[in-house]
């Protein structure tokens, strides 16, 4: 029975029902060439036992020219991959032109076989049927617009690879060919192209489904060898490998193709462009990606630009080859990338050197500086110097910078470069060898698998090395920068230390232990001292300055430790009795008389930062190095005088220079330091600073009144009233009752009659004996006169243990914040205090009188502020204070001279004469104490420490948790 077809209203589908073998006659014959392909969307509802689509030139059907979508009966026509199954709607591509061409087509076919007893089973749709011609394929071939002519496009290689039902499917545009399924295909170039060293093949890759290789070729004949470059893939060809594309990436390829595969004398060129999709799983038609934008094109490879003594030097990247050639792998090239001519980079193992266009001379101050960056980590990594390009023997002039192996004949430097790491490498290239060398070496060992490893090499300096100039005496040596290993087996990251430009200052980085050699050896005596400047930024475990007989650290200590945290196993180096310098602290000056150390002849001086955990920590500056022997004080016999306005280290030293440059005084020099050493008989600048720290705090003591007396109380009353108790604290104003007026009256008459003229003791009460902060503070929750007192700050909590002897508890703490109310605690206002590092400051030694106006006259008399938190003191050093958002701040400022006078006989003698002393707001005491810091009255790191105890607004929650976790506990 003739079943017909079913044509949709749209014209656009066609339905078989049943067993129908149907011929439709085009319109006019048509001719299929390479480039013809059907495209169609087919649907099965019921699936028999053939259903397929034919071209043919009649309707003697033989099946030669049908194409099988779907159907349970095996016969031996062209099958579709995948086939449809019962549900489905698949879309197919068939490059027909690759089964058969000709003319004369003029029928399309539909079939669906039902030979069963029951012929009207079977169900499926053909729709958006479609035949036409490839557009052919546009690649650039020395920049001009070249069309490759699908239709001529041939199976490549081994033919029996290629599996013709999957066409090269070319956009309309032209500039993209998909690929889908196994393909081993050809595409004649309409002239033969000359691969030369500088020809390049650029493209984009896109890779949707990868499957067991994706390559690009360019061959002289079909079957030609497989000059192809692999961008994908699960299998390993030994082929010419670029680095992988991954499933979803579109990557641009800008391939060296004349360094892969040039063309040899005598031949006429490459003749096609091929692509090679192989698969060969049962699933043949999986596999997914697309080129686009091909070009081929004759570059300039860019120069690698390095710095040889300030000077730029370009390389010529054309004259890289295989340096010791049975570890390279030619096809793995140093590049150098347009826009980036400081940078090489290196992919899979590499042995390659260039040429110097003249030759480096190293001597033992030349230093190596590069950043190296590992995006895949290697065997080796490594640069090198050679005198020839005569094959190494040896890697003894190779700098292994990174890697996975030890390699025991290269010099190794630490840190290493890591995977993922950018890492600077600073080298002391003449600690290794010297000589003169005409190529550099770049290398890249992996012989486990030769294309992994990826890594650059940047910012390439060749320099000298400034010398570093240290006073002896009087006389600047300018020690050569040749830096030599001390206590070698230590010193592991092969940092270098950094002389300045000026040669006055020498910066350490991680863990390092060099010395340099005097020029002139240098003899420690019992009146030799050692001078320097010391910043800290990152701290290591030590660092310390050595002099030293040898290269060899040990016994007799010869290292003294000027900063760093270690403070056991510190074996030979000298550190008590040392003031240390720590992190934030900036600059710290040191007058060291070395007598109490050691004595001797000195070849070298070193320099030790180490840091065993860690060797790429630490960050430390020695300058203004100076070694002298004391001299007799030109100053001791004299008589002299002098005034500041403040008596403070700094003033003092000043006005002991302008006594020495005095003529009449006689003294050679007018270095302070170097004159109070021998004034002094010091040992070292700790001590000089404290006796002139006690000359000037002595100018304050006979006119200064004690804080208790000047109450009329003694220091029990104080403390309690500290601590937020007394009656001062606890009776309220009411008429006929209490009046804080009456009972406190001395507070007004020693405000009156002393605070703006006279000193006033710090009181000896424990709320104030452990200011190490230099701030103090007062925090009320109550007011004598008012129901409500002003409320202008939040508490959020008091860790007990550091006010025991208020509180009379050995642990615990008080949450006054809960997280949900800004004012869970009550009101509070708190007011504070600070003052500067050096007790000569105003006020620093007037801080009784500032203590007296904010916690006696502004806070009780004034404002009527009385009573503390739960468990905390009302006033105290911040340290013992409970932690809150903020505070008021008062300063105390003084018109004020000291004169300091010094008889041989009556040594010296200070006095202070207070014209004023003024009180002023100076806003919040946080951002009070950043003046302190910003003035060098106090350091960064005990403002950061502040932050701890003044938190600030909006960040009780936050401090909370964070002590809540010192504890075990979450706050939530």
């Given at each position: ?7 949709s ?10 067993n ?39 309707r003697?059907?033989d ?11 095996n ?30 087509y ?9 030979d ?29 617009d ?15 690879q ?21 393909i ?13 060293r500088n ?24 079957s030609?060898n ?27 390829y ?58 730029d ?33 290196l ?10 266009p ?6 033992e101050?030349?230093?190596l ?119 070698s087996?230590q ?18 980085y ?23 400047r010391?910043q ?14 040898d ?13 760093g ?58 300058s ?13 016999d004299k ?51 404290e ?6 705090s002595?100018a ?31 009776e309220v ?22 605070d ?34 002003v409320?202008?700050?939040?508490a ?5 243990k ?7 508890v050995?642990?615990?703490?008080s ?9 869970e ?19 620093a ?13 502004t806070?009780?008399?004034d ?41 041989p ?21 946080a ?11 106090a350091?960064a ?13 909006g ?18």
């Amino acid at each position: 029975m003739a079943r017909p077809l079913t044509v949709s209203a749209d014209g656009l589908a066609v339905t078989l029902e049943g067993n129908t073998h149907r011929a439709l006659e085009l319109p006019e014959s048509i001719e299929l060439t390479r480039a013809t392909q059907i495209d169609f969307d087919f649907t099965l509802e019921d699936m028999e036992e053939v259903q397929a689509i034919c071209l043919d030139k009649d309707r003697n059907m033989d099946g030669k020219n049908c194409f099988i979508a779907s159907g349970h009966q095996n016969i031996n026509w062209k099958k579709l991959s995948p086939q449809t199954a019962v549900g489905e709607t698949r879309h197919y591509k068939i490059p027909v032109g690759m089964y058969f061409t000709g003319t004369g087509y003029k029928y399309l076919i539909f079939m669906q076989d039902n030979d069963s007893s029951n012929r009207d089973t079977g169900k499926s749709t053909f729709a958006n049927v479609e035949i036409g011609e490839a557009p052919d394929l546009l690649v650039k071939v020395n920049g001009k617009d070249t069309f490759l002519p699908m239709r001529e496009q041939v199976a490549a290689f081994d033919s029996g690879q290629d599996s013709t039902a999957y066409p090269l499917a070319v956009s309309p545009d032209g500039l993209s060919v998909r690929l889908e399924g196994n393909i081993h295909r050809a595409v004649p170039l309409p002239a033969p192209v000359v691969i030369t060293r500088n020809t390049n093949l650029d493209f984009d890759f896109t890779l949707v489904e990868v499957k067991d290789i994706h390559s690009i070729c360019l061959i002289e004949t079909p079957s030609s060898n497989r000059n192809c470059v692999i961008l994908a893939g699960t299998q390993d060809w030994e082929r010419f490998n670029v680095d992988y594309t991954q499933v979803g990436e579109t990557r641009h390829y800008s391939v060296p193709v004349g360094l892969f595969f040039p063309t040899a004398a005598g031949s006429a060129g490459v003749q096609y462009l091929a692509f090679l999709h192989d698969n060969d799983t049962s699933q043949r038609w999986r596999g997914d990606s697309t080129y686009s934008n091909i070009a081929l094109s004759k570059v300039t490879r860019p120069a690698l630009t390095i710095k040889v003594n300030d000077v730029d030097v370009a390389i010529d990247m054309a004259t890289q080859w295989s340096h010791m050639a049975t570890q390279d792998t030619k096809v793995h090239l140093l590049e150098v990338l347009p826009g980036d001519d400081r940078s090489v980079h290196l992919s899979g193992n590499v042995h390659k050197s260039v040429d110097l266009p003249s030759p480096i001379v190293v001597t033992e101050a030349t230093e190596l500086d590069l950043d190296i960056t590992v995006d895949e980590i290697a065997e080796a990594h490594s640069i090198c110097l050679e005198d020839s390009k005569a094959q190494a023997q040896s890697h003894s002039r190779c700098i292994l910078l990174g890697g996975t192996q030890r390699l025991s004949s290269w010099i190794t430097i630490n840190p290493k470069a890591l995977e993922g790491e950018t890492t600077h490498a600073h080298i002391a290239i003449g600690m290794y060898y010297t000589g003169t060398f005409d190529q550099i070496v770049f290398m890249q060992d992996q012989d486990a698998n030769r294309d992994a490893g990826r890594s650059k090499f940047s910012n390439i300096e060749f320099r000298e090395r400034p010398s570093l100039n240290v006073n002896v005496n009087g006389i600047v040596q300018s020690l050569p920068n040749y830096q030599k290993l001390y206590n070698s087996d230590q010193d592991k990251n092969g940092d270098l230390m950094e002389v300045s430009d000026d040669g006055m200052s020498l910066t350490m980085y991680g863990n390092s232990q060099k010395a340099l050699a005097f020029n002139d050896p240098v003899m420690v005596t019992e009146d030799t001292v050692l001078s320097f400047r010391l910043q800290v930024d990152v701290a290591p475990e030590i660092t310390s300055l050595c002099l030293d007989e040898d290269l060899v650290r040990g016994e007799p200590a010869r290292c003294i430790m000027a900063g760093g945290f270690q403070r056991t196993g510190l074996g030979s180096i000298i550190y008590k009795g040392i003031e240390q310098t720590y992190v934030g602290e900036g600059e710290n000056l040191y007058h060291l008389r070395l007598r109490d150390f050691y004595e001797g002849e000195m070849n070298y001086i070193g320099f030790l930062q180490d840091n065993d955990a860690d060797e790429d920590v630490g960050l430390s500056t020695f300058s203004d190095i100076k070694i002298y022997d004391v001299q007799p004080s030109c100053l001791e016999d004299k008589s002299f005088s002098f005034s500041m306005t403040e008596c403070t280290l700094d003033a003092f030293l000043g006005e002991v220079e302008t006594v020495m440059g005095n003529p009449a005084n006689g003294c050679s020099n007018t270095d302070a330091w170097a004159e109070l050493m021998s004034f002094f008989d010091a040992s070292s600048d700790v001590e000089i600073e404290e006796r002139i720290g006690n000359i000037c705090s002595s100018a304050y003591v006979p006119s200064t009144l004690p804080f208790n007396q000047m109450l009329g109380e003694e220091d029990q009353f104080l403390g309690e009233f500290f601590d937020g108790g007394s009656s001062w604290n606890y009776e309220v104003d009411e008429a006929g009752g209490p009046d804080l007026s009456a009972d406190a009256a001395r507070i007004m008459t020693a405000s009156e009659q002393f605070d703006g003229k006279r000193g006033i003791s710090w009181p000896n009460v424990h709320n104030f004996k452990r200011c190490e902060l230099r701030a103090a503070m007062c925090c009320y929750v109550s007011n004598r006169a008012v129901a409500t007192p002003v409320d202008g700050s939040e508490a959020c909590y008091m860790d007990f243990k550091n006010a025991r002897e208020t509180n009379h508890v050995r642990d615990g703490y008080s949450i006054y914040y809960d997280g949900t109310s800004a004012r869970e605690e009550g009101p509070l206002s708190c007011s504070g205090f600070a003052w500067g590092d050096d007790a000569g400051y105003a006020d620093a030694a007037l801080r009784g009188n500032t203590l007296f106006h904010v916690a006696m006259k502004t806070g009780l008399l004034d404002g009527g502020d009385v009573e503390q938190l739960p468990g905390a003191p009302m006033c105290g050093c911040v340290e013992q204070m409970p932690v809150v958002t903020r505070a008021d701040c008062t300063k105390t400022v003084a018109v004020q001279t000291v004169k300091v006078t010094y008889d041989p006989v009556t040594r010296f003698f200070a006095e202070v004469d207070i014209t004023s002393i003024a009180h002023e707001d100076c806003g919040d005491l946080a951002t009070y104490y950043d003046e302190l810091v910003t003035d060098g009255k106090a350091l960064a790191r005990e403002k950061v420490l502040l932050e701890e105890h003044l938190v600030g607004e909006g960040q009780c929650g936050a401090a909370i948790a964070g002590f809540l976790g010192t504890k075990g506990f979450v706050f939530a």
